[in-house]
């Protein structure tokens, strides 16, 4: 069974930093890729950033060089820093695996249930 734990949400002014982390059970960690997404009122779920199991990182053009996406094989946790937050940062952040089953090539995708990131003053 698989699980996807986030935390580290909450409401924070504009300039502001949070972490998000992501706590994975199950499957084989360090062979799965992770992601964020956000999903705002009223539009769809996007992608924030991903970062494969060699630890190659990609980010949406709105947040490149403000948030960077970290993984620790050791803790088997994924982990979002966001910096300069801006209030169109505000939504529901979602961790987001491709969970590794066996080492034959097995995966299968897994979502968080959430944390709400408010930026507002």
């Known amino acids: 069974q698989v699980q996807l734990v986030e935390s580290g949400g909450g409401l924070v002014q504009p300039g502001g930093s949070l972490r998000l982390s992501c706590a994975v059970s199950?499957?084989?960690?360090?062979?799965?890729?992770m992601g964020w997404y956000r999903q705002a009122p009223g539009k769809q779920r996007e992608l924030v950033a991903t970062?494969?199991?060699?630890?190659?990182?990609i980010y949406a053009d709105s947040v490149e060089g403000r948030f960077t996406i970290t993984r620790d094989n050791d803790k088997n946790m994924a982990y979002l820093q966001m910096n300069s937050l801006k209030p169109e940062d505000t939504a529901v952040y979602y961790c987001?695996?491709?969970?590794?089953?066996?080492?034959?090539?097995?995966?299968?995708?897994?979502w968080g249930q959430g944390t709400q990131v408010t930026v507002s003053s």
């Open positions: 987001n695996a491709m969970v590794a089953l066996d080492y034959s090539g097995s995966y299968r995708n897994y």
């Open positions: 199950g499957g084989i960690f360090s062979r799965s890729a």
């Open positions: 970062i494969t199991s060699s630890r190659v990182a």
